[in-house]
């Protein structure tokens, strides 16, 4: 209970300390787009589970080990952050290199792209069958796989691709390959809330902060709202409310995966925009005001700092961060700058009373 290192003044909570919290979703992309968010992160995360899904692809082990390499290099002097590499499955994806890059510790998970479902999805799998035998080598050493939940049929609406995938792909799949460990990612819906709470200690499910405080509305109503444009994209009132209530719950079964996905504004504010937020500069204090809001601060820990952890079987955190309430609202900058160009900080459309301040 964080109530024993939080402080009460009379009967609201305005200091909270955590373990250092752990990012299970995160995009850093490449080059000079690495070099300017990865700060964002390290800042208060110690680890992230780091997505594959560069041009071209981080498909094979060796490959990890050297993009792994790269994000070191880019972490600026005196910030420690610790990067859990994943690979990208593709229908070419050889089960011995899966098998030796997690044995070698390097690999904690292998993304699952449905072809053409989002970013850089191009060399995902169409074919499910070809994957199998990865799959139940994954399920044989407790390889987690990492799911983009959604189905890239044209003729399913957008809107419904979540629910369709449970029931055409991640069921088949979960149902096919005993004992595979499976974290179904950026949920959006209730469909996904409640295919996590049907699974017992194989199924996981991440939630990102800006499904926690948008919804389609925001995207949409009163004028086009690239920034807020993402995949999975933000569904209507009643999915965000229960995806609330499944991230403040305190079940182990939730946790923390930004799903921050950089992209320059020029590409964001296009006619054909791209897909993402980002959110690596403000998910801790925006998290700490919407726990707070559905009176659980108690329970923000678990989210952010365990339970992904235990799922991973990682050990937690040393370390600790703390929030204080101010009555003056956190301020950061409304991009981050770099050589790829400004990206725009998610903003969350109201003030955000709490501050990290360690
Ligand atoms: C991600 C990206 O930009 O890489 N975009 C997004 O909208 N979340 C890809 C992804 O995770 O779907
Ligand atoms: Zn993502």
Redesign the pocket.
């Known amino acids: 209970m964080e109530s024993r290192r939080g402080t009460r003044y009379g009967r609201t909570m305005t200091r909270i300390t955590l373990r250092r919290p752990d990012d299970m979703?995160l995009?850093l992309r490449d080059g000079a787009m690495l070099q300017a968010v990865l700060p964002e992160s390290a800042r208060h995360f110690a680890r992230a589970i780091v997505?594959p899904?560069l041009v071209p692809p981080v498909v094979t082990g060796a490959e990890a080990a050297a993009y792994r390499d790269r994000i070191l290099a880019a972490l600026p002097e005196g910030m420690r952050f610790d990067p859990l590499m994943t690979l990208y499955l593709t229908e070419a994806t050889d089960p011995e290199d899966v098998a030796a890059a997690a044995a070698s510790g390097l690999v904690k998970a292998v993304k699952l792209y449905p072809a053409g479902?989002?970013?850089?999805?191009q060399s995902g799998v169409r074919d499910f069958d070809k994957v199998r035998g990865v799959l139940e080598r994954m399920a044989g050493i407790g390889l987690p796989l990492c799911v983009?939940g959604e189905v890239s049929d044209p003729a399913v609406d957008i809107f419904d691709r979540e629910a369709v995938f449970i029931d055409r792909v991640l069921d088949p799949i979960r149902r096919a390959t005993p004992g595979l460990r499976v974290v179904m990612?950026?949920i959006t819906t209730r469909e996904g809330v409640d295919y996590v709470r049907s699974g017992s200690g194989d199924l996981g499910g991440t939630i990102t902060t800006h499904h926690l405080v948008i919804n389609r509305n925001h995207i949409l109503a009163g004028g086009i709202r690239p920034h807020y444009?993402?995949?999975?994209v933000a569904k209507r009132e009643t999915h965000r409310l229960a995806l609330r209530a499944a991230a403040v719950s305190g079940d182990p079964r939730f946790f923390l995966g930004t799903?921050s996905?950089p992209?320059p504004d020029h590409l964001k504010e296009h006619a054909c925009g791209?897909?993402?937020?980002f959110t690596a500069t403000n998910t801790m204090s925006v998290l700490a005001h919407v726990f707070e809001e559905e009176g659980a601060l108690d329970r923000l820990e678990a989210f952010t700092s365990a339970n992904g952890a235990a799922f991973y079987r990682l050990a937690p955190n040393g370390g600790t961060i703390t929030l204080e309430k101010r009555g003056s609202a956190a301020v950061w900058p409304d991009k981050i700058t770099g050589g790829a160009g400004p990206v725009t900080v998610f903003n969350p459309g109201f003030p955000v009373y709490w501050h990290v301040t360690t």
Not at 117 to 121: E, K
Not at 229 to 232: A, D, F, I
């Open positions: 979703h995009h997505m899904n479902a989002t970013t850089n999805s983009h990612e950026h444009y993402c995949l999975p799903d996905a992209h791209c897909a993402g937020c």
